[in-house]
């Protein structure tokens, strides 16, 4: 569907099943309160391919500082919870009650994955998403500091670059996330490279962070 942009289905609903099904399709839900589940697969597709990702200067010089530090799946539902919160200027958020629910019900089940970002014992960013074989789905970001979700977004790429993933999906681009290196992708080449991403092995069960910078 071109108008708006993605638009495949709506209802449904959010079960583990429903929502690999999916996700191996490359559909996403991305809905507010008052709709019904709505499911998305907007053309172009924003990515980041991880081998070609590059650390930006100013990137680098934060993470040379090392005033932060990074874990994985240490607090999925602080992550999650951080990321619903309303941005500044808006009144709401896309993060519903039942969403939240499901994609925790997802990383008690191995599927839905966090990255934290620490300063002083304190949680100041991080991420979520989804993996599905070597893909990950990336869902949403926050900050409590400056670069805080930068970080976790770096040390997220160069873990999964690490473990052969072919592509991050990142759905719809923005200023930031381009400014972080992710691309445009047409829907046949994203298709392709999902297609093959989620046929290979898993990621490594649990999640380990072993990529530091330097």
Request: charged share 20%; with cysteine; aromatic share 12%.
């Amino acid at each position: 569907m071109d108008d708006p942009n993605g638009l495949l289905a709506v209802g449904g609903d959010l079960s583990p099943d429903w929502l690999l099904a999916a996700y191996r399709r490359g559909i996403f839900p991305w809905y507010s309160d008052e709709q019904p589940i709505l499911w998305w697969s907007p053309s172009p597709r924003c990515v980041v391919i991880p081998h070609d990702f590059k650390i930006g200067r100013s990137l680098r010089k934060v993470l040379r500082r090392g005033a932060f530090q990074v874990t994985f799946d240490q607090a999925f539902e602080e992550v999650i919870d951080a990321c619903r919160a309303p941005r500044s200027g808006e009144d709401g958020t896309w993060i519903t009650d039942e969403m939240c629910q499901a994609y925790v019900d997802m990383h008690h089940l191995g599927h839905a994955h966090s990255v934290e970002v620490w300063r002083e014992g304190k949680l100041v960013g991080g991420l979520y998403g989804l993996a599905i074989g070597k893909v990950f789905f990336g869902e949403s970001m926050f900050h409590r500091e400056t670069d805080a979700s930068k970080v976790a977004f770096v040390h997220l790429i160069r873990q999964l670059e690490l473990w052969g993933c072919p592509l991050v999906d990142c759905q719809v681009s923005n200023p930031h996330l381009t400014s972080l290196g992710a691309i445009e992708l047409c829907r046949r080449d994203f298709e392709q490279l999902l297609e093959s991403g989620i046929r290979q092995p898993a990621f490594p069960q649990p999640w380990k962070l072993c990529w530091t910078y330097g």
